[in-house]
């Protein structure tokens, strides 16, 4: 490091250099053969001659889309469902952090409060006492069974209460001398001091919710009741999961039409696309302090 | 004390939260009693008929079994080890590398795809490795004729498990970056004084200080040697590859969901559930034995 850089060095950086450029590469390269596909004319994408770059440039599949209500209908469900959990998840983990960062001393149930939470996180009943539950409670084809479906995210909980027990104490007991209550305390003090968490937690309902398919699957009962992905799902995915024999495949795969298809699966990637690598900073720090403590 | 009053105001915030817990995760819990019943919907939990252990019974000798348990611990436990392996060598390679702006840049990049869904990812990948897609049209440049990739239940693991460590290397490199960064630059420079070079910088240096992540990150993957991915292997199967590709959860579904044996998925359900949380138990209580882990 403090030497001069000698000749096989310099052979070493830019080798790795070109290696790890080369590895980016190839994370993008699917999703930037998927926009090709969207761009290219229809027969050049089911021939499989499209590479990098589209075949017979043309916008015509994203115009088909403009005019497609049961996409457009999806993603105003999705769109509902990830605004609905993003409110729900950030009152509720925060106010159940907030008690739950406080001693023993202070709050003597607190331990076997934890313990319940994290028993729930690590055992459940499995899929289909889930699936009963939710249909006794009357959900099946409601937004609620989407939102609270998956249960209490119980991990950003214990992340949120983590960074909560971090802060700095003396802030805490300095506004308590000056008499502020718990309520206060809580939106006042610690929602903005714990931005970088919140941030991170609000990031993965985010992309959880955006994401997330088979509740969307299970728990409607009609296609126009779909979220965005299990539409997608239906689309691209399910006639592969039904064939039976290596002929089947391969004409099923000429039959679709893969360029609306591409359209579709790319409108779908750019919300989760265009928010993360903003919160980079925060996720990063929110993971590490989170996950893997001293 | 001032904050004793402040205790109530504490349970008062807990309510919403808890009734999350106690409706969705905590009601289903009870809902395992479908396993040793002959579960009629119309009849509930409580008066479908009680059967004991048939169901289990019934696993047990069911030719599929085996199959499907062999295949989700391979699937699995490949999953793991190259989950811990790829992104351990990806952030050492990136740690080598000293333009900033471009470690930046790839580190966004190779987060990507994390944040993208299985069944966006299937799509694509369906897609990719069709009989005329970019794949074979690569293969086809080297004389070699397509295969039709997903029909080949040879291949399906190694499809599952490569796929999954392209998704996640990138995201999984986080903590062992900040494993990286906190490793004392002090070291490095006395190392570089002692004559050595980069090689021996890594093996003495650099292994050493991480090996404490490394350890504990192993242990707590023990917790998901039955977790072979849901929504990946249910969006990337088909009948043709069930053989090595059928895993306990798309069995469940399928069991359960679709042919309404509700019995008998449960029952295959809760088997999974028990031998998971046995195993996540000892993982943590290993972590914390060793590298001082707690979860909170």
């Not at chain 1, 209550?181 to 939106?187: D, H, Q, S, V």
């Not at chain 1, 309902?205 to 699957?217: A, K």
């Not at chain 1, 290596?246 to 750019?270: G, H, V």
């Not at chain 2, 009629?40 to 939990?45: E, I, K, L, Y």
């Amino acid at each position: 490091m403090v030497q001069g850089k000698t000749y096989s060095s310099k052979i070493f950086d830019i080798s790795l250099i070109i290696l790890l450029c080369l590895i980016a590469f190839f994370c993008v390269l699917p999703l930037w053969y998927t926009l090709a596909v969207s761009l290219s004319e229809k027969a050049a994408a089911t021939a499989g001659e499209v590479r990098l770059w589209p075949v017979g440039f043309n916008m015509h599949s994203y115009k088909q889309i403009v005019g497609d209500m049961k996409f457009f209908h999806s993603f105003l469900i999705s769109v509902e469902r990830v605004s609905l959990a993003a409110i729900v998840n950030f009152v509720i983990i925060v106010s159940m952090a907030y008690p739950l960062s406080k001693s023993t001393k202070e709050f003597r149930i607190r331990n076997v409060l934890m313990w319940i939470l994290v028993f729930a996180m690590l055992f459940n009943g499995g899929l289909i006492p889930w699936y009963m539950t939710i249909k006794s409670l009357n959900l099946i084809d409601s937004i609620w069974a989407l939102v609270l479906g998956g249960g209490l995210p119980v991990f950003n909980v214990i992340l949120v209460i983590n960074y909560f027990r971090n802060l700095p104490k003396e802030m805490e007991e300095a506004a308590l001398v000056d008499g502020v209550g718990p309520w206060n305390m809580m939106i006042k003090m610690f929602i903005p001091l714990s931005v970088p968490v919140l941030a991170t937690i609000s990031l993965f309902t985010i992309v959880y919710h955006w994401n997330e398919f088979f509740n969307g699957l299970v728990l409607t009962s009609k296609g126009d009741h779909y979220p965005l992905q299990t539409y997608i799902q239906q689309l691209v995915v399910v006639i592969n999961t039904q064939t039976m024999t290596e002929d089947q495949l391969k004409t099923l795969n000429e039959m679709s039409n893969q360029t609306l298809n591409a359209a579709k699966i790319f409108i779908a990637m750019i919300p989760v696309l265009a928010i993360y690598p903003f919160l980079q900073r925060f996720f990063i720090h929110g993971i590490t302090l989170g996950s893997v403590k001293e | 004390m001032r904050n004793r009053a402040f205790v109530k105001h504490y349970y008062l915030m807990l309510i919403p939260g808890f009734a999350w817990l106690i409706l969705f995760s905590i009601v289903p819990m009870f809902g395992i009693v479908i396993a040793f019943e002959d579960f009629n919907p119309t009849r509930g939990f409580f008066r479908s008929e009680w059967i004991g252990l048939d169901n289990f019974e019934y696993l047990f000798l069911m030719n599929d079994s085996k199959t499907i348990f062999i295949n989700t611990i391979v699937i699995a436990v490949g999953k793991i080890v190259s989950n811990l392996i790829v992104p351990l060598t990806f952030a050492l390679l990136l740690n080598e590398l000293r333009v900033t702006v471009l470690k930046r840049w790839i580190q966004t990049i190779v987060y990507m795809p994390h944040f993208l869904s299985w069944v966006i990812l299937s799509g694509i990948l369906l897609d990719v490795f069709s009989h005329n897609g970019p794949v074979n049209g690569v293969l086809a440049i080297f004389g070699i004729n397509p295969i039709i990739f997903f029909a080949k239940p040879g291949l399906f693991p190694f499809l599952i498990i490569g796929s999954d460590t392209w998704k996640e290397f990138g995201f999984n490199t986080i903590i062992y970056l900040a494993a990286l960064a906190g490793i004392n630059p002090a070291l490095y420079e006395a190392a570089a004084i002692d004559g050595a070079g980069r090689f021996k910088r890594l093996v003495h240096v650099t292994l050493p200080g991480i090996s404490t992540t490394i350890v504990l990150l192993a242990v707590l993957s023990l917790g998901n040697v039955l977790n072979a991915g849901f929504d990946q292997i249910f969006n990337l199967y088909n009948p043709i590859v069930y053989s090595t590709g059928d895993v306990i959860d798309t069995w469940v579904y399928r069991t359960g969901l679709l042919n309404l044996q509700y019995g008998l998925a449960t029952a295959a359900g809760l088997l999974k559930s028990v031998i998971s949380f046995v195993l996540i138990v000892v993982s943590y209580t290993l972590a914390s034995k060793f590298a001082n882990y707690r979860i909170f």
